[in-house]
C-alpha cells in the first residue's frame, strides 16, 4: 500500500533522514520507533509532502508522492495527525472535525462520519461546541485523531499520539487505534512510548540518526535487547 | 547551606496547567546531576524556570544561598549559572569566536573577551572552526559551540539541555570527557539528556521527571530500577503486572 | 521664469489651477509679442512640483542654479512659499505670491512680494463684509463662530476673524481648531449648535468644506455659513454640494468677473471658471513681466528693484480687487483688498464690497440693495 | 578585519576623499552641490537610523520624531532666548536622547510589526504636537531660520560650501559612532540580541540595556542632523519635519536599499536614491504629478524583491554581510 | 453627550468594517499591511465612478466596489505579498509600505488629485429623536457595514472556504495536512481583507470626499482600532471599532477637535505596551 524507498531528507543542514526505506500493506499497524532525533518525524512529513527537499520515492497505492503539493495528498486517502496535535485551537470541536473533512465537503455522508467519531471517542461528542484549544491534551489529541478519520483515510499517519498524556488517556487511545486498524484502516505509528507502540502493531522500524537500524515483527522486537538497551541504558 | 543550587518546590504555570508542579531538589559543587523523563514531562521547562527565562509561579531558587528566581536571566548568569537550548539556539550571523566572545563579554571586556573565548575554544578542542559561520557547522559542532558560549560566562552551574542529541557513540565519549573536565576544575552541571547511557555513563545523581513532577531521585541505578520511572518511559505492560498505576 | 505649485498631493488641486493662471498669463504675453524691452523676448515658464515644503527649497535652488530663472512665481501654499522664500532671499531672486501668510511679508525680506492682502486682512474682511451685509439684511450679529484648519493659511485666517470679532464687541462662541484631512465633522457641528453662534466662518480648503456644509444641513442648522475662500470658492465646491452652493457667501482675493474677458479665454481653454488662484498667480506673472518692461532686463536684481517700484492697473492686475500691483516697502500689494463673493448658479459672484460688486448679495433668500 | 586596509576600507575612503574634493570642482552656490550635500546628509540620517534598524533590527518607522525633536529644539532656543544653534544641536541630540529612552520603557518587548507601528505613532504624536502648541512651536506657520547673512558663530553661512563641510564632517562623525558601535563589545550585544534574545540574556547580555543605549544614540545622532537639516534648509514646518514618507520611511529606506546593518550601506543607498530622486523630481514632475514618487515606490518593492539584503549584497565579500534575518 | 456617543457608534461602526479586514489579512497571513488603507481609497473610487457613469447610489456600489477591490487584491497577493510571507518583518514591512506609496501615485495619476464626491438625495437629511440628531448618510453606512459584518460572520463560521480561513489562520500545517491550499487561501483571505475596506470606503462616501491622498486619514485610525482589538481578531476589529468612534467623538468634548488624534496616538502605544495582543479578545 505505502511503499518508501531510499528516502532521505534534509531542512537546509545535514540529512535528518538518510535512505530510509520501508513499506505499510494494506490493514497493517506498522510503528516507527527511535529516540528524540532520529527522524521519525520528517519520515510522516516526508509522506505528506511538507519536506519540500526529500529525495527518494514514495508511492501509495502505485501513485508516487514525491512532487505532490502537500494539499493534494489527504484526497488520496491519507490521514495524517501531527505530532502535538495541531487541532485548531480557537474553533469548535465539531468544526474541527469538519474540517478534516474539507477534501469531501460535498460528501453527503458527513453526519454519519461525525457519529462515528463519536463512537470511537465519546468524550468528543459530550465537548463538541467547546473550543478545541480549551481541552486537555488528551481530548485535543481525540479530536486530533478524528478530524484526520472524517476524511475516511486508508492509512493513517499517527505522530506520538501518546506523549504527554496521563496513563489512562494513553489506554483509552491505545484501544482506540485498535479498533480504527480493525475497522480496516492501515496504521503508520511514530511513537517513543516503544512498549505501547508494538503492543498495537503489526511489525515495527527502528530509526536512529535518520538510518533504519532494526526492523521486524512486534514480539521480536519487544524481546530485542537493542530496543531496551536504546531506551534505557540497561 | 552546603547546596550550590537549590530548587524550592518550584512551580510554573501556563494558563491553567500546571508544567512544573513543586519541584524540590539540590545540586553541590562539583555535582553532574541528570534530569531524566518522557517528552514533554516538564524538563525544559525547569531549565527556563532555573535561569529565569520563565517566570516561577511559587517556590524559590538560590544559588550559592543566595536567591536568585525573580530575577532577568542575564542577572542569573552573572550570579553563575547558565543554560544552552534543546535545539542549539546560536547567533547565527556571527563567527563561532564571535558567538563565544558575546558571551565572554559579561566578565571583560572587549580584549579580554576574545581571549576568553579562544581559550574557551581551545579547551573544547574547537580552534580549528573558530572563524566558521555557524551556519556551516554540523550538529554535534553546534551543540559544542553552544557549551563554549555558555562556559564563556564562566558559570559556577551549567545547565545543557539535550547537548548529546543526535551524537554519535565517540563524538558522545569525547563530550562526556570534557564534562568530567570541566567538573574537575568544580563545575557543577544539570542535564537533560535522552540518550541514557550518556546519562548512566556521566551522572552522579538522577532525577526522574513526569507530569511536572519528580518521580525518582536517587543513583543512576536506583532510578533505572524504579518501576515508575520504566513505566514512564516504556509504557505500562513492560513492567509487568507489578506496575500497577496510581 | 520658475512656477513652483504644489502638483501632486493634498493641495494639488489649488496648485494645477494656479499654475494654469500663470500658463495662460505667459501665453498671452507672448502671443502680444513678448517682453518688447528685451527685443520681445518670450517668456519661458519652468515648472517644478512642490507638493511639501522640504521640496521646495531643493525646487527652488534647482530652479535658480540649473534653468538660471529670473524671477519665480508660486506657490499657492503658505508654508511650501515660506520654504520656497529663504532660498530666493538668499540668492537675491524676487518671488512673487499669491500664498497669504502674514509671515511671507513681515520678515523684512527684500526679495518677497505678495500681490494678495495678508491672511488677517482677509480674516478681518470675512467678518466685517459678512456683518455688514447681515445688517443691511436686518440682522444685528453678536454671537459667532470660527472653525478652522489647523494649517499655516486657516491659523491667519482665523486670528484676523478673532481680531475683527473683538474690535467690533462680537462673542466668539467656539474658536475650534481642527485637524487638516478631518474625516468626521460631526463633533465640530455639534459644538456649533450647542454654542449658538449667529453665524459661522469656516476657513478650510475643499473636503472639509463639503462636509461641514453637509453636516450643517443634515442637522437642519440654518446658521449662515462664510467661507473663507479656498474650498468654498473652486468649481468642485459647486459639484460636490449641488444646489447647497446656491447662495454661500465667501471671501476671495479676487473674482473672475472682475476682468471678463480673460475669464472667458480661461474657461474656453479649461472648461471651468477661473479661481482666484489662477487669477492671483496670472497677475503675479504679469507683474513680473512688466517689470522685465521697465527694467529692460531679466537680470534678477534689477527686476526686483523693477517690482519694488512697479505701479500696474492693466492686464491681469485688474482681476485683483483694487486693479492695480503696487507694492509697499514689504514687498506687500498696497491697493488690493479681499472681496466677498456669493454663489450664483455655477459660478460665483462678487458681491460685496459695493465699490467691486457685481452683483447684489442676497441675505437669506432675499435680495440686498 | 585583519589588515586594515581591506579593499571595503580603501573603496570607503575613496568615497570621503572624492566627497571632500568635490566643492572645489563644482560651483559652490550650485544646485549640484547642495544636492552632493543632500546625499551626505540623507546617509548620515540612514546611518543614525541603522543604528537601531540594522545593528539592532527593530524597525523604526518614526525616526522623524527625533529628526524634527532636533530641528524644533536648536532652532527654538536660537529664536526664543538667542542660543547658537551649535549649542541647540547638543541640546537637541539631549532631548532626542531622552525622549528615545522614555519611548523605549513601553516599546522595548516589541518587535517587527509592533515596534514599527509603535515608533510610527510616536512620530504622529510629536507632529500633532508641534502643530497645536503654536504658542512654543509657532504651530503649523513652521519655523524660519532668520537670514543674517555669514555668522559662523551662529551656524549661518551664504555659501552652500560651508553647509556642505559640515555635513561632510557629520556623515563622518555618524559613520564613525556606528563603526564603533558595530564593531566594539555593544555590537557584539546588539547583534545577539537582535539574533535571539532569550540566548543573549542567558548568555549575560541584559538586552534591555543593550536596546536602550541603542536608541539613544540612534534618536541623539538622528536630532543632530535635524538640526543639520533645519539650518540648511532655513525653515521647517511640522508636516514635513514629521513627515512619515518623506523622513521617516526614506531615512530607513535608504539603508534598506544600501545594505541593512553595513557601514557602507547608507552611503550607498543614499549615493543611488538621491540623485535618482533628484533627476526624477526635474524630469517627472512638470509632466506628470505623481510620477516621481510613483517611481520611488516601485524601486523600494524591487529593491524587497530582487534583492533584501541591499546593494551591499553585491560587493565582493568572504563572509556574511550582517543580514536582516530576525529571531 | 448622547449625542457624541451616538455619533461615536455610528462612526465606530464603519470604521470596525474597515479595520476588519486590516485584522483579517493580519490574522491569516501574519503581515501587517500598511498600504491597507490604500484599498479604501481605491474602494471609493470604484463606487465614484459607478456613481457617476452607472448612476449607482454609493451603497449599491459599494458591492462593485467589493469585488473590483477583491480582484486587485486577489493579484498583489499572488504577485507581491506572497513573496515576503516567510522573509522578516522589515521586508514585509517595506513592501507593504512600497505599495503605499505606489498605489497612492498611481490613482493620482490615473484620477487627478482634485477631491471627488458624489451626490445622493439623502446626503442632506437627518432625523431626530428628542435632542439627539442622526444624519442619514451616517446612519445608512452604520446599517451598511452592520450588515456587511453580519454576513462576514455567516460566512466564517458556515461555509466551506470561511472555515478554511480560519483553520489555516490558526494552523497552517494542521490545514495543509486536511487538504486546504494554503496559498489560495491566503490570497483569498487578502482579497477578502481589502475588499472588506474597500466596501467600508464605498459607504462612507456620501459624506467624505474621495481624493488619492485619503488613505493617509485613515491609516493610523485603522491601526488604533485594529490593534485596540487585537491584530488579527475580527470580531475584536468590530469592537475596536466602536470603542475608537466613540472615544473619539467623546473626546471632543473635553479637548479641542485638533487634538482628537492624540487622544488616539496615546491609547495606540498604551496598548500596545500593555496588551500587545489587543485589550478585547476573540475568534
Known sequence: MLEVCDLSAAYGGPDVLSGVSLEVKAGETVAVLGANTAGKTTLLRAISGLVPKARGHIAFEGTALLGRPAHAIPDLGIGHVPEGRHVFPRMSTLDNLLMGAFCHRDARDLTERIERVFKLFPRVKERQTQMAGLMSGGEQQMISIGRALMGTPKLLLLDEPSHGLAPLVVDELHVAIGEINRQGVSVLLVEQNAMLALSVAHRGYVLEAGHVVLSGTSDELSADPGVRRAYLGI | MGALLEADAICVTFGGLRAVDGVSFTVNAGEIIGLIGPNGAGKTTIFNALVGLQPLTSGFVRLGGERVSGLKPHRVAQKGMTKTFQNAALFPDMSVVENVTTAALLRHDLHGARTKAEAVLEKLGLNGIAQADVADLTFPQKALVEMARALATEPRVLLLDEVMAALTHSEMDEVMEVIRGLRAEGLSFLVVEHHMRAIMALCDKLLAVNFGRLLAHGTPAEVAANPQVIEAYLGHGAVGKEAAHA | MGVIQPLSGPNAQFGIGAQRGTELAAEMINAAGGIKALGGAKIKLVAADVPTPNTAAAATQRLISQNGVSAVVGAFVSSTTIAASEVTERAGIPLITFAFADQITSRGYQHVFQVSPKGTVFGEAQFNYATEIAKAGGEKVDKIAILYEDTAYGTAQAKGLRDAAKKAGVEVMLDEAYPLGITDVSPLVNKLRASGAQMAFPVSYLNDSLLIIRALRQQKIDIPVVGGAAGYIIPDFKKGLGDYAEGVLSVAAASGDLIPELAAKYKEKHGSFITHEAIMHAAALDAVAQAMEKAKSSDPQKVRDALATLDYCAGFARGVPGGCIKFDKTGLNTSAFPVMVQWRGDEPVTVYPPQAAKAAPIWRGKPMK | MRSFLSPGRVALLLFFLAAALLPFFVDPRGHLLRVAAMVLLFAAMAQSWNVVGGLANQISLGHAGFFGLGAYTSTLLFLKLGISPWFGLFAGALVAGSAAALLSIPTFRLKGHYFALATLAFAEVMRVIANSWASLTGGPVGLSIPFMGSQPAYFAFRAVSSYYWIILALLVLVCLVFHLLATGAIGYRLRAVRENENAAEVAGIDTFRVKLTASVISAALTAVCGTVFAQFTFYFDPDSIFALASISVRMAMIAIVGGLGTLAGPILGALFLIPLEEVANALLSSKAAGLSQFAFGVILIAAILIQPRGLMAYWPKKRHPAGSRGA | ?283
Open chain 5, 1 to 283: 453627550m448622547f449625542q457624541a456617543l451616538v455619533d461615536g457608534i455610528l462612526l465606530g461602526g464603519v470604521y470596525g468594517v474597515i479595520a476588519t479586514g486590516l485584522s483579517l489579512v493580519f490574522g491569516v497571513l501574519g503581515v501587517v499591511n500598511f498600504a491597507h488603507a490604500e484599498f479604501l481609497m481605491l474602494g471609493m473610487y470604484v463606487a465614484w465612478f459607478a456613481w457617476r457613469w452607472l448612476g449607482l447610489d454609493p451603497m449599491l456600489g459599494s458591492v462593485l466596489s467589493f469585488i473590483v477591490v477583491f480582484a486587485v487584491g486577489y493579484l498583489v497577493q499572488r504577485t507581491l505579498i506572497e513573496r515576503v510571507l516567510k522573509a522578516p518583518p522589515a521586508a514585509q514591512v517595506f513592501l507593504t509600505v512600497g505599495l503605499l506609496i505606489v498605489i497612492e501615485n498611481a490613482a493620482l495619476m490615473a484620477f487627478g488629485s482634485e477631491f471627488r464626491s458624489v451626490s445622493v438625495p439623502y446626503q442632506v437629511e437627518g432625523y431626530r429623536l428628542g435632542d439627539i440628531f442622526i444624519g442619514a448618510p451616517y446612519l445608512y453606512a452604520f446599517i451598511a457595514a452592520i450588515i456587511l459584518a453580519a454576513v462576514l460572520w455567516l460566512y466564517l463560521e458556515r461555509s466551506w472556504t470561511g472555515r478554511a480561513i480560519r483553520a489555516v489562520a490558526q494552523d497552517p500545517m494542521a490545514s495543509t495536512l486536511v487538504g486546504v491550499d494554503t496559498r489560495r487561501t491566503y490570497a483569498l483571505a487578502f482579497g477578502l481583507g481589502v475588499a472588506l475596506t474597500a466596501f467600508g470606503g464605498a459607504v462612507i462616501l456620501p459624506y467624505i470626499t474621495v481624493s488619492p491622498t485619503v488613505g493617509g486619514q485613515f491609516v493610523v485610525l485603522m491601526f488604533t482600532v485594529v490593534v485596540l482589538g487585537g491584530l488579527g481578531s475580527v470580531a475584536g476589529a468590530l469592537a475596536g471599532g466602536i470603542v475608537v468612534g466613540v472615544v473619539q467623538s467623546m473626546s471632543t468634548l473635553v479637548f479641542p477637535i485638533q487634538l482628537q488624534n492624540l487622544c488616539l496616538f496615546v491609547i495606540f502605544i498604551a496598548v500596545l505596551a500593555l496588551r500587545p495582543q489587543g485589550l478585547i479578545k476573540g475568534a
